[in-house]
């Protein structure tokens, strides 16, 4: 049975289908969901993996909306992909009322918020290594 190409940290985002980066996008939200839970009083987040022009973000999430993007285009690599998307799903796990102070104060580099998002981008490799052989 011939399954495809295989995917790698390494691979180009541009390269993959839609139905691969949707794989890797639903399977790295099941992780984060097994390690760093959910919230009680909140749904889980809406995730949408879109192709973005000038945005020089790899990903965002929207409180208000309780919604994660990714720019997987942005991206670029499955690496940076999954890193974006545990980074995302951190701050859906935060509580962001005090961000903006929070920001004014320490800017984005020394966020505490954005800290704790940086280093759970860590996990990547642990996700992988779980999630690469359903992608």
């Known amino acids: 049975m011939n399954k495809g190409p295989t995917t790698y940290l ?12 949707n794989k890797i996008t639903k399977e790295t939200i099941k992780y984060c969901i097994a390690e760093l839970g959910t919230k009680h ?14 945005s020089r973000r790899y990903g965002q999430y929207d409180p208000i909306k309780n919604k ?3 720019h ?3 991206c670029g690599t499955v690496k940076m992909m999954i890193q974006t998307i545990i980074h ?12 903006d102070i929070l920001y004014s104060k320490f800017g984005y580099d020394r966020h505490p918020q954005e800290i704790e ?19």
Request: proline letters at 3%; a positive charge.
């Open 72 to 74: 997987y285009n942005i």
């Open 41 to 54: 009083a909140l749904e889980l987040p809406a995730v949408s993996v879109v192709k973005r022009g000038r």
């Open 68 to 70: 994660i993007e990714i």
């Open 10 to 21: 390494k691979t180009d985002t541009s390269t993959l289908t839609r139905s691969v980066i």
């Open 88 to 99: 995302e799903y951190t701050h859906y796990m935060q509580n962001l009322k005090k961000y």
């Open 117 to 135: 998002a940086c280093m759970n981008e860590k996990l990547y490799s642990p996700c992988w290594k779980q999630i690469k052989h359903n992608i």
